[in-house]
């Protein structure tokens, strides 16, 4: 950059000497030095200013970032405090803590789940554990849905509320899980004389978990 300028203050002085003939050299030399200090300083003035605007700039995107981060947390906060108190109604710490299967379940169903406890659970009833998975009522009806397991009976609710039923531990005589498909499970349980069937069940732990659950409370 200093090469390029020095060749084209030459080339300028060359016209500037050919244009000042008969004039004092050595005023014409000061002035076109002060130009030429003042046309610099005026560049690095411009070029300070403009990377003030950069760092400036710079400071308020990595605010703008910062605020929208803030939010971010306070909203993933927010939302996991809320799944924590609704999945209090769904899961009995004192008998399990709570799964992965289960608080994701919440977290992305947390309409559902609300709906379930405000209108489909007594006012004193409170879940123990819970299955997503699809009851096969008739040959040909079946509904997605959620079983739920609570301390005072089982309920098979649809995702679309429409569909609900609710079974009495009394009646249960005995609980399988058997495999449906290549990766799909699936629970029979002897209800009285009514085989219920449960399948298109994906998490082999969490299906345990909520078997075993019904036949201990059956037993008891």
């Known amino acids: 950059m200093r090469v390029y300028r020095r ?9 500037i000497k050919f244009l000042s003939k008969g004039k004092d050299p050595e005023a014409v030399k000061q002035k076109v ?38 939010i971010a947390r306070e909203k993933a906060q ?5 799944t924590l108190a609704l999945l209090s109604h769904f899961v009995a ?17 947390n309409a559902f789940f609300q709906s379930v406890k405000d209108r489909i659970f007594e006012s004193n009833e409170h879940g123990i554990t819970f299955l997503q998975c699809e009851f096969d009522k008739t040959k040909t009806k079946e509904f997605p849905g959620y079983l739920f397991v609570t301390d005072k009976r089982v309920w098979f609710v649809a995702k679309n509320l429409a569909t609900v039923d609710k079974f009495r531990y009394q009646t249960i005589h ?4 058997f495999k449906d498909g290549l990766v799909e499970k699936g629970l029979y349980i002897q209800y009285g004389k009514r085989r219920l069937e449960f399948d298109e069940i994906f998490d082999k732990d969490q ?3 909520v078997a075993k659950t019904i036949l201990q409370l059956s037993i008891n």
């Open 78 to 82: 927010k939302q996991h405090e809320e």
């Open 7 to 15: 060749i084209c203050y030459k080339v300028e002085d060359v016209f």
């Open 207 to 209: 299906m345990q978990r």
């Open 93 to 109: 710490p004192d008998i399990h803590k709570y799964s992965e299967y289960e608080y994701r379940a919440i977290d992305k169903n």
């Open 33 to 70: 030095t002060e130009f030429r200090t003042q046309k610099e300083t005026l560049k690095l003035e411009n070029k300070k200013k403009a990377q003030l605007q950069l760092e400036e700039k710079k400071k308020i995107q990595e605010a703008k970032q910062a605020e929208k981060e803030r």
């Open 174 to 177: 005995d609980v399988k899980w």
